[in-house]
């Protein structure tokens, strides 16, 4: 493959011709409001060995530009043979293909760390894991590692089983399975379905799942497949959630044994993805008290399940990377069970739910309404559910920075205070004024 050779002499890839560094390979992407080709020649300029560009009759006879018939294809078909082939003739590279509606980029990284006390693990960066993400993470592999960690994200039915045929996981692991992405997926069966391809490519190929075992969906899932299982889950390992105080904030957990396993995670909702790197450490044999000092000195970023202490006293529970019923409601009950004088609720709308959307919006206020929070609402999905009477118990606000400008006029101390909402809503430029 003469791509591959070219690749291997590189410096790595780079889709960005604005950061291209000398000696990399550039692929010139094409997306509905850009078009790589453009900027390929001066990706060139910059240094790049080569530039992957769509084929056509305007360019200039230079040798250094590859033409395909789809650069994101070609991208896709190089990553799929530097994972068969990085470790050379006859070696295989375990990859570990993970996926889930909720928790998988935590999940992902607490895998990471437990294998790299024994293991040189390459894992995808950060939620780099769309169909260009998934080939980049790939194509990180070098010949000294030994295990990769590969997330796989979805917003189509379709969107998984493309990602499996280049990634080829021998493991898989779906974190849950809840109502995301509506939009694209049209129900929660459609996600079930779309999810479910990483099973399907396991099934197929005579991998390994493993699975939650408390979660009868996934178990189902998994069943139906006539899978093989590697289980774990809390009432399966027989392991108890310790309580949460001032001195001990964060999630721990006690294991059948006495282990206790010490987090800087923020809510109970985060235990199974603990338990199922403690599963994967166990399968790959390294040792418990090292998987156990890996997961303690994790410390969560991105606006996931951090917990920030600010100067006014407050106490904010940062977790607004992404939100769908699922991850709300998982994260409203987890607050309950924390113990304050004072408690705040903002939350950020939930964006792809299509039909569902106001529906899904309104049952939140209902559920909030019945608390004795104080609640901030931002954005229009929000807004339209909320009634006049409504609006005596709430304030909603038209985008986060009309939140922030408010609370910077009206200071909040001394409260906890949950921060959340989809990525669009950029929940986070609230935190500076807490």
């Known amino acids: 493959m003469e791509l591959y050779e070219i690749f291997r002499r590189s410096a790595g890839v780079n889709t960005d011709s604005r950061t291209v560094q000398p000696g990399q390979l550039f692929f010139a992407l094409k997306g509905e409001n850009f078009d790589g080709n453009a900027y390929a020649l001066g990706a060139l300029e910059a240094g790049a060995c080569a530039a992957v560009v769509t084929d056509g009759p305007d360019w200039p ?3 250094r530009l590859i033409r395909v018939p789809d650069t994101l294809q070609a991208l896709k078909d190089l990553a799929a043979w530097h994972r068969s082939h990085v470790l050379g003739e006859g ?11 909720n928790g998988k980029t935590t999940t992902k990284e607490l895998i990471r760390e437990v294998l790299a006390a024994k293991y040189h693990v390459t894992a995808t960066a950060g939620n780099f894991n769309n169909d260009v993400g998934v080939p980049l993470s790939l194509l990180r592999i070098t010949p000294e590692t030994q295990i990769a960690v590969i997330e796989m994200g979805a917003n189509h039915p379709d969107d998984i089983g493309k990602l499996v045929k280049v990634s080829q996981p021998d493991f898989g692991l779906i974190t849950n399975v809840g109502k995301a992405h509506l939009l ?15 099973y399907d490519w396991i099934a197929a190929h005579d991998g390994v799942v493993f699975v939650n075992a408390d979660d009868e969906r996934l ?3 998994a069943w139906e497949r006539s899978l093989s299982l590697l289980p774990y889950g809390l009432q399966y390992d027989g392991a108890e959630i310790l ?13 059948a044994d006495g282990t206790i396993v010490r987090t800087q995670l923020v809510g109970s909702y985060n235990a199974p993805n603990v338990l199922a ?5 166990a399968h790959f044999e390294v040792p418990l008290e090292d998987a156990v000092a890996a997961i303690a000195a994790y410390v969560p970023s991105n606006n996931r399940s951090q917990m920030v202490r600010t100067g006014r006293g407050n106490c904010v529970i940062v977790d607004a990377y992404n939100a769908n019923p699922s991850s709300m409601a998982v994260a409203l009950d987890n607050f309950a069970a924390f113990t304050a004088e004072r408690k705040v609720v903002m939350l950020g709308s939930m964006g792809e739910l299509g039909a569902d959307s106001a529906a899904e919006h309104a049952a939140l206020v209902r559920r909030l309404l ?3 929070c104080q609640v901030f609402l931002v954005g229009e999905a929000f807004r339209s559910v909320i009634s006049s009477e409504v609006e005596k118990s709430v304030r909603c606000f038209p985008d986060s920075a009309a939140l922030a400008a408010y609370v910077g006029s009206h200071p909040l101390t001394g409260a906890a205070i949950l921060l959340k909402g989809s990525r669009s809503q950029k929940m986070e430029l609230v935190l500076p004024e807490l």
């Open 219 to 221: 178990v189902g899932m």
């Open 243 to 255: 309580p949460t105080t001032g001195e001990e904030p964060f999630l721990r957990l006690r294991l």
């Open 184 to 198: 694209g997926f049209g129900s929660l069966e459609g996600v079930m379905a779309a999810k479910g391809q990483l």
């Open 277 to 281: 790197a403690l599963a994967v450490g």
């Open 91 to 101: 070696m295989h590279l375990p990859v570990i293909g993970l996926t889930g509606t």
């Open 61 to 63: 006879a230079d040798g």
């Open 370 to 372: 019945d608390t004795d």
